[in-house]
Structure formats: structure tokens, C-alpha cells
């Protein structure tokens, strides 16, 4: 590795501050430059709709690392300054205050954006995203005993808002347009299981519908839903899944995935892209899996990390494939929810423990496979869960409804 090499780094979130620790971890000793859209360190975003969102931890926590920490490792940090064009033939990247930045070897972590609830009302004062800290400090001071609050999305972060709302005193409605919460990690009979323990803890919830206006003066007063229910409300927020920053490559020429696949840059399973020496690695990466045997985008905590360590390294030493079972993980109210495997078809589901007490797992089976699991305040059994989903060993029903079977044995 020549220590003339420069690495730059489009986007300074989760993934691109862990890449750019990677590298220096992996002995490359060259310029690392981290280009940031947002003005704040890279930082974390699992707390933004839960313990940062909810008072309970302080700002620098969410950090990686401090300032210091980039100044002692000689990491160059650009930030308040977004990538605007990819000049591939010429090796750099033009920069929004009209500098470019040179490199030998680019990647790409802009992560996404969030979706825009797109009815009348919509722009209202009282109108919420959570994507980044500045949103999460917008919204914070709002949730106030007896606000009323309207959740817009019923995965894992309008989910993780409505709990912290209603630990905050709130009076809290989650709309959700598929006839599931979770629809898109989780079985029906799931779905029904955090659902009912939202409706335990008072939160309500409307499935099957979506938000045909907000009405109000300047302010949020109502939210009318295509069921024709009208809420009254102090607050909505808004969750309803995040778009991939893939523009700057998709004018480059980088290859992205098709459509109905929610886009993202594709790469292969080392992190490349279709464009020599460019690697992408996060929520933006379409990424090819060698256990599932096929692309697939991840949102979550756990692929915004290990992507971002394992495609780092690969653009320094001798490749290794970013070979990982799915994982995502959610804490809502006193319950922490964690799904291994990214399943797209199940024969039918296997219960053991039980999962309606929140303490238990839901296997999703495929013939005698595992190909997936929901496991409820079970952390401790997710390595085993996600060897079951890795090697595809045969297994009985059974045996994972047994309780008195140690799942450590089962996945050998």
C-alpha cells in the first residue's frame, strides 16, 4: 500500500466513519478524506428515534469517535460540504463550495434520504421526519405529556417514535397503509404480536390505511385517513422508509439495482462497483450476498458497521467476501425485537418459547431450513439463530420448539 494513495469518503454518517476507522485499522497509511453533507461528527442513528429522541442520552454519546480522534489518526473531515459530481475520468470529486477533492480510490456511504408523505397538509407546521440529530432535536421538546401524536408507518422507526411518544406521556396513533405493522420484515403473526403489545401499552394503532390530508391553520390540527377516520392532532411524524442517495453515482455511470429492488448502488460482494477503484458500502449499497445468493439493500445498524469495516479493508488488503446474515434489531418499550435473515418466501412459522409474554422466537421454515427468525427478548440467541439461517442445516420443528433444547446444540 502506497502511502501516496488517497481515499475519500462520500458521506460521513455510521458507515462512512467506520470506514474510514477501518482503514486506518487495516495499516493503510495514505490521505483518508471523509466528505459530510451534515455538520455534526459521524455519529450513530439507532438512538435517534429512541434514547436520544426520548432525553436519555446525551448528544456526544451518539458520536463515534471525538474530534480528536479524526486530528490523531490524520483522517481529513470536509463537513457541511455535500459531493455534487463524480469526475471518474478525472479521479475526484467536485464539492459543493467549488473545490474538488482527488483520490485513488473512492467509496461511496451517502446512505439515504428520508420518503416525503406526499397529500395535502403535508408541509404544516407540526409535520416531522427523524433521519438525522437535527430532526430528532426538532421533535424532542414536542413530545409532551398529553400531545397528541400521529405516526405515519408502522416499521421499526415510526414503531420505535410511537413507543418513545408514549413513554413521553403522549396520546399516540399509529397509521400504517399495509394490513401489518412490520409488512416488510415480518409474518402477519408477527406483525399481530407487536402490534398487540403497542395496544397493551396504549397506543393505537389503524392498519389498511393511509393519510389522505392534514388539515389545519399554519399548525396540524387533523389527520384524515382513506378508512375516512379523522384524528385530532398536536404532532404527526412521519415513517415511512428512506430513499438511497444514488444519484451522484447513477450520473456517473455506476451501475445501481433495478427497479423493484428500492434501488441502491449495486456492487458485488467485496463492495465494488461497476466503475474501477469506486466500492460502496451502507444503507446505499445494493449488495450482492453470498448466503442468500442474491442482491438485496439493508437499512440497519449492523450492515451500516459491517459493511463499512469489511468493504474498507477491501479497498486496502487482499479481498474477503462481506458474507453476513441479515440482522436488525428494534427496542420498543420493554420489548427488544431482533430478525435474522432477509427471507423473501416461508412454508410456515415455528414457535418456541412465548413470544405473546415477549420472551420467545418465531422461526420462519422453508422445508426442514431455517431461512429466518424473530426472536423477543431473546438477544442472547442470535448468534445461533443466524448459524441456523447461514449453513441451512436440516432441522425438526421439534427440536426449535423445544425449550428444553439448547439452541447452541441444534445449530451445532
Same mark, same amino acid.
Given at each position: 500500500?502506497?502511502?501516496?494513495?488517497?481515499?475519500?469518503?462520500?458521506?460521513?454518517?455510521?458507515?462512512?466513519? !467506520?470506514?474510514?476507522? #477501518?482503514? !486506518?485499522? *487495516?495499516?493503510?497509511?495514505?490521505?483518508?478524506?471523509?466528505?459530510?453533507?451534515?455538520?455534526?461528527? @459521524?455519529?450513530?442513528? @439507532?438512538?435517534?428515534?429512541?434514547?436520544?429522541?426520548?432525553?436519555?442520552?446525551?448528544?456526544?454519546?451518539?458520536? %463515534?469517535?471525538?474530534?480528536?480522534?479524526?486530528?490523531?489518526?490524520?483522517?481529513?473531515?470536509?463537513?457541511?460540504?455535500?459531493?455534487?459530481?463524480?469526475?471518474?475520468?478525472?479521479?475526484?470529486?467536485?464539492?459543493?463550495?467549488?473545490?474538488?477533492?482527488?483520490?485513488?480510490?473512492?467509496?461511496?456511504?451517502?446512505?439515504?434520504?428520508?420518503?416525503?408523505?406526499?397529500?395535502?397538509?403535508?408541509? %404544516?407546521?407540526?409535520?416531522?421526519?427523524?433521519?438525522?440529530?437535527?430532526?430528532?432535536?426538532?421533535?424532542?421538546?414536542?413530545?409532551?405529556?398529553?400531545? !397528541?401524536?400521529?405516526?405515519?408507518?408502522?416499521?421499526?422507526?415510526?414503531?420505535? $417514535?410511537? +413507543?418513545?411518544?408514549?413513554?413521553?406521556?403522549?396520546?399516540?396513533?399509529?397509521?400504517?397503509? #399495509?394490513?401489518?405493522?412490520?409488512?416488510?420484515?415480518?409474518? @402477519?403473526? $408477527?406483525?399481530?404480536? $407487536? *402490534?398487540?403489545?403497542?395496544?397493551?401499552?396504549?397506543?393505537?394503532?389503524?392498519?389498511? +390505511?393511509?393519510?389522505?390530508?392534514?388539515?389545519?391553520?399554519?399548525?396540524? #390540527?387533523?389527520?384524515?385517513?382513506?378508512?375516512?377516520?379523522?384524528?385530532?392532532?398536536?404532532?404527526?411524524?412521519?415513517?415511512?422508509?428512506?430513499?438511497?442517495?444514488?444519484?451522484?453515482?447513477?450520473?456517473?455511470?455506476?451501475?445501481?439495482? @433495478?427497479?423493484?429492488?428500492?434501488?441502491?448502488?449495486?456492487?458485488?460482494?467485496?463492495?465494488?462497483?461497476?466503475?474501477?477503484?469506486?466500492? #460502496?458500502?451502507?444503507?446505499?449499497?445494493?449488495?450482492?450476498?453470498?448466503?442468500?445468493?442474491?442482491?438485496?439493500?439493508?437499512?440497519? /445498524?449492523?450492515?451500516?458497521?459491517?459493511?463499512?469495516?469489511?468493504?474498507?479493508?477491501?479497498?486496502?488488503?487482499?479481498?474477503?467476501?462481506?458474507?453476513?446474515?441479515? /440482522?436488525? /434489531?428494534?427496542?420498543?418499550?420493554?420489548?427488544?425485537?431482533?430478525?435474522?435473515?432477509?427471507?423473501? &418466501? /416461508?412454508?410456515?412459522?415455528?414457535?418456541?418459547?412465548?413470544? +405473546?409474554?415477549?420472551?420467545?422466537?418465531?422461526?420462519?421454515?422453508?422445508?426442514? !431450513?431455517?431461512?429466518? +427468525? &424473530?426472536?423477543?427478548?431473546?438477544?442472547?440467541?442470535?448468534?445461533?439463530?443466524?448459524?441456523?439461517?447461514? &449453513?441451512?442445516?436440516?432441522?425438526?420443528?421439534?427440536?426449535?420448539?423445544?425449550?428444553?433444547?439448547? %439452541?447452541?446444540?441444534?445449530?451445532?
Amino acid at each position: 500500500m502506497s502511502t501516496l494513495e488517497s481515499i475519500v469518503i462520500i458521506g460521513a454518517g455510521h458507515t462512512g466513519g !467506520r470506514a474510514a476507522e #477501518a482503514l !486506518r485499522g *487495516a495499516g493503510f497509511a495514505g490521505r483518508v478524506v471523509l466528505v459530510g453533507e451534515e455538520s455534526h461528527l @459521524p455519529y450513530e442513528r @439507532p438512538p435517534l428515534s429512541k434514547e436520544l429522541l426520548a432525553g436519555t442520552m446525551e448528544l456526544e454519546k451518539v458520536t %463515534l469517535n471525538p474530534e480528536s480522534y479524526y486530528d490523531e489518526n490524520n483522517i481529513q473531515l470536509l463537513l457541511g460540504i455535500s459531493a455534487q459530481e463524480i469526475e471518474l475520468g478525472l479521479g475526484r470529486v467536485r464539492l459543493s463550495d467549488d473545490t474538488d477533492v482527488a483520490f485513488d480510490k473512492l467509496m461511496i456511504a451517502t446512505g439515504g434520504r428520508v420518503r416525503r408523505l406526499a397529500c395535502p397538509g403535508a408541509d %404544516l407546521h407540526g409535520v416531522y421526519y427523524i433521519r438525522d440529530i437535527n430532526d430528532t432535536l426538532l421533535l424532542r421538546p414536542e413530545l409532551r405529556d398529553g400531545v !397528541r401524536v400521529a405516526v405515519i408507518g408502522g416499521g421499526f422507526i415510526g414503531l420505535e $417514535v410511537a +413507543a418513545t411518544a408514549r413513554r413521553r406521556g403522549c396520546h399516540v396513533t399509529v397509521i400504517e397503509l #399495509a394490513d401489518q405493522v412490520l409488512a416488510r420484515v415480518a409474518d @402477519p403473526a $408477527v406483525g399481530a404480536l $407487536v *402490534a398487540d403489545i403497542h395496544h397493551a401499552e396504549g397506543v393505537h394503532i389503524v392498519t389498511g +390505511a393511509s393519510v389522505e390530508r392534514i388539515e389545519g391553520d399554519a399548525e396540524v #390540527a387533523e389527520v384524515i385517513c382513506t378508512d375516512g377516520e379523522t384524528l385530532e392532532v398536536d404532532v404527526v411524524v412521519v415513517g415511512i422508509g428512506i430513499l438511497p442517495n444514488q444519484e451522484i453515482a447513477a450520473e456517473a455511470g455506476i451501475a445501481c439495482g @433495478p427497479k423493484g429492488t428500492q434501488g441502491g448502488i449495486k456492487v458485488d460482494e467485496f463492495g465494488h462497483t461497476s466503475a474501477a477503484n469506486v466500492y #460502496a458500502a451502507g444503507d446505499v449499497a445494493f449488495h450482492y450476498n453470498p448466503i442468500l445468493k442474491r442482491h438485496l439493500r439493508l437499512e440497519s /445498524w449492523g450492515n451500516a458497521q459491517n459493511s463499512a469495516i469489511a468493504v474498507a479493508r477491501n479497498m486496502v488488503l487482499d479481498p474477503v467476501a462481506y458474507a453476513e446474515v441479515p /440482522w436488525f /434489531w428494534s427496542d420498543q418499550f420493554d420489548l427488544n425485537l431482533q430478525v435474522a435473515g432477509a427471507p423473501e &418466501t /416461508w412454508d410456515r412459522l415455528v414457535v418456541r418459547g412465548d413470544p +405473546a409474554a415477549k420472551k420467545g422466537i418465531v422461526f420462519y421454515m422453508t422445508g426442514d !431450513r431455517v431461512v429466518g +427468525a &424473530t426472536a423477543f427478548n431473546q438477544g442472547r440467541e442470535m448468534r445461533f439463530l443466524k448459524k441456523l439461517v447461514e &449453513t441451512g442445516a436440516p432441522v425438526d420443528d421439534s427440536a426449535l420448539a423445544d425449550e428444553g433444547k439448547r %439452541l447452541r446444540d441444534i445449530a451445532g
